[in-house]
């Protein structure tokens, strides 16, 4: 079956602008969550979404969002950004939460470049 | 806000070496225990989920074991390949967040 998509792959912003990052989860997966990576700070926890409810959410400002819909796809929203929020961001999905034992499957990603 | 640990940082080992790395977690408010490895212009790929303390699991060559009540993981590798040289990350599912330890980077010199 198909893997975890992302879309954009590839996205270049200003200072301030705001960017929608998309997640599609692998068929029948109800749990997507969404992480950054960065050199300095490798790979942190953002939020997990669990049938269109965040259900975990990691230590990041309020300028960082994301929703589920009834699909499951899950969208993630960075408003206002900052030269530090250039980093690689990572989805994933899986069949129940992570706080189960339950396999993660990571998308390919999206490196945003502010600038 | 809670720490996971990795030691060693980095490994190198010769082909066919065994190798074990350790993940250091807090043992209080524990869910799970996720186990990745991250091989370089590729996604993390997820090797084990472990949450029952004493619990052990075993994929091909690579095996973990879990220890809730002190709050640690070993991850081991028998008999390493070139192909097992990545980055092997431990996250630690407590509460309603998730944290990633800093990695161990593994490289298998043949």
Redesign the interface.
Known sequence: KAGVTQTPRYLIKTRGQQVTLSCSPISGHRSV?WYQQTPGQ????LF?YFSETQ?????FPGRFSGRQFSNSRSEMNVSTLELGDSALY?C?SSRQN????????????TRLLVL | ILNVEQSPQSLHVQEGDSTNFTCSFPSSNFYALHWYRWETAKSPEALFVMTLNGDEKKKGRISATLNTKEGYSYLYIKGSQPEDSATYLCAFAYGQNFVFGPGTRLSVLP
Do not use: C, D, M, V
């Not at chain 1, 259900?55 to 230590?59: A, F």
């Open positions: 969550s490798g790979l942190q926890f997990e259900r975990n959410k990691g230590n990572l994933a992570i706080a189960e034992e339950e396999t993660q499957y990571f998308g390919p990603g």
